[in-house]
């Protein structure tokens, strides 16, 4: 695995990309060890377990004391990491006397951006408390019904999208897409019907467009981040999920078509803040409802 050399300041911007939105403790390291950028809650579990974390030197991972609290089958899998056999490798440190059996796990990925990017790391609490609060923290960013980000986390993800496009002067689209009769649906069919239909139409969302981030908003309104930007590239997405997104759903032998409309908001013509893009991309659906269109961008 090769490297190769970056300016400073460009490394660091792609190490700060790297980590926006990461909820696991993590770090980028240099190939000496040396954290480079680090996220809050690395910089809150390190100081929580400073004592059993005892191969990091300051802000350096000591590879050679990492060794030592790892049995055999974890050396040589982080030799084969080092030496660039691997680009991942995993370690749980719970059973090491040295970590007071605190269920820890790290993992370490290779990067090879540069000497300066050479590994992402993070750390995983596995305690009873941690894995609490982590269920908790995806009760309160995931939606269950979907699988996909609520609307805490697409307010989370915008944020962090917009400053990277600022940073790196690109733009990007988010589709909203609305199931125009899903009262109707509960009022034929009843509920647990109308919640699995949102199921199948949240399968074949992420079927339909796989390099993009979903979310699901109110009861009957689906969005999606993506990093298009041309309108033509925007317009056939749009238009393919509209046949893919209204194909007859079965359930219980009944045959239930799907009514799909589609709005489109671009960052950053159409908003440049998380409210903005938001709220005109529903404005779009609204408008092509009163023009009795099925899509349409935010004009």
């Not at 032998?253 to 671009?266: F, M």
């Not at 908003?271 to 961008?297: H, I, M, P, Y």
Request: proline fraction near 1%; aromatic fraction near 8%.
């Amino acid at each position: 695995m090769e490297t190769r050399e970056r300016e400073t300041n460009e490394a660091v911007q792609i190490a700060e990309r790297l980590l926006e939105g990461t909820h696991e403790a993590s770090a980028i390291l240099s190939t000496e060890g040396k954290v480079v950028v680090e996220n809050s809650e690395w910089r809150k579990l390190t100081s929580d377990y400073f004592y059993e974390l005892s191969f990091m030197k300051q802000d350096v991972i000591d590879f050679s004391s990492l060794f030592n609290l790892l049995n055999d089958s974890g050396s040589a899998r982080l030799s084969s990491l080092i030496n660039g056999e691997v680009s991942y490798a995993s370690f749980d440190l719970s059973d090491s006397i040295q970590t007071r059996r605190s269920q820890l796990s790290v993992n370490i990925f290779f990067l090879g951006i540069s000497n300066k990017l050479s590994y992402l790391i993070t750390m995983i609490d596995n305690s009873e408390s941690t894995s609490i609060r982590n269920a908790l923290r995806d009760m309160s960013y995931l939606d269950s019904l979907s699988g996909f980000g609520n609307e805490s986390s697409l307010h989370t993800h915008l944020v962090c999208k917009i400053h990277t496009a600022r940073v790196t002067g690109s733009s990007f689209s988010i589709i909203c897409v609305t199931l125009s009769d899903s009262k109707e649906t509960v009022a034929m069919f009843g509920k647990r019907t109308a919640d699995i239909i949102l199921q199948r139409i949240s399968r074949r969302l992420a079927k339909a467009v796989p390099k993009a981030e979903f979310f699901r908003v109110m009861d009957d309104v689906f969005v999606i981040v993506m990093d298009l930007s041309v309108r033509k590239e925007v317009s056939s997405t749009a238009i393919s999920l509209l046949s893919a997104l209204e194909r007859p759903v079965v359930v219980n032998d009944t045959e239930i078509a799907p009514s799909v409309v589609i709005g489109i908001c671009q960052f950053p013509v159409d908003g440049e803040s998380t409210d903005a893009l938001f709220s005109n991309c529903l404005s779009s659906v609204f408008a092509a409802k009163r023009e009795g269109l099925k899509w349409q961008f935010y004009s």
